[in-house]
């Protein structure tokens, strides 16, 4: 248990369905991200938070809307997904932005 | 632009077997640089990371990785590997500038261990 929940942690949704995942943190961290994973492909940042404004967004597409409503709490909003976006979605949280991540066990994303 | 090469996609060795995992970065400045492992269906885990000082880093597990800023490598290892330590293991170079962060990381080395 790393102190990062991601829930839920399997989710099928249709290409035209709307659907949010849930990363929840308790460790009093200040800094959350999105992470995708791909088989084949390395670890792709998505989005940071730093005390709950984003800071960095590596040129994601809309179709994934991030939302940090607090430091403990972050969400990805996904809408019109297409099925290459099937991946490992995983959410981390540290102290600071130059601390070590800490990571949830991730949401298995099915696009069909 | 900054990257992270891990050469090996997938290694097995014995139990009992020492073990090296090779990772070569790319950044112009001082890295951070760190190793972390994935189980099957799982998050990661960090194991050790380096900022500075010594450049042999003792991390979990019974696992060191040593820093050679002249070969720009982080390498990863242990003197003797036990069948739980199969997984896969990343390695990854934080990028940090202004207020934002940033983890660049390999695309992994799958470790398998045969009894």
């Known amino acids: 248990e790393t102190g990062v929940t991601q829930t839920p942690r399997h989710l099928v949704m249709g290409m035209t369905n709307k659907k949010s995942l849930k990363c929840e943190q308790h460790l009093g961290h200040n800094a959350m991200y999105w992470y995708k994973q791909s088989a084949k492909k390395p670890l792709e940042l998505m989005f940071v938070?730093?005390?709950?404004?984003?800071?960095e967004n590596n040129s994601v597409p809309s179709r994934f809307s991030p939302e940090c409503p607090n430091s403990s709490h972050l969400f990805l909003h996904l809408h019109t997904l297409q099925p290459e976006d099937s991946a490992l979605y995983l959410c981390a949280s540290s102290q600071g932005y130059t601390d070590e991540a800490f990571f949830g066990q991730g949401t298995r994303l099915t696009v069909v | 632009a900054q990257s992270v090469t891990q050469p090996d996609i997938h290694i097995t060795v014995s139990e009992g077997a020492s073990l090296e995992l090779r990772c070569n970065y790319s950044y112009g400045a001082t890295p951070y640089l760190f190793w972390y492992v994935q189980s099957p269906g799982q998050g990661l885990q960090l194991l050790l990371k380096y900022f500075s000082g010594d450049t042999l880093v003792q991390g979990i597990k019974g696992f060191e990785a040593e820093f050679k800023r002249s070969q720009s490598s982080f390498n990863l290892r242990k003197p003797s590997v036990h069948w739980s330590d199969a997984a896969e293991y990343f390695c990854?170079?934080?990028?940090?500038?202004?207020?934002?962060?940033?983890?660049?990381f390999g695309k992994g080395t799958k470790l398998s261990v045969k009894p």
């Open positions: 938070y730093n005390f709950k404004e984003q800071t």
């Open positions: 990854a170079v934080g990028i940090y500038g202004g207020s934002q962060g940033n983890l660049i």
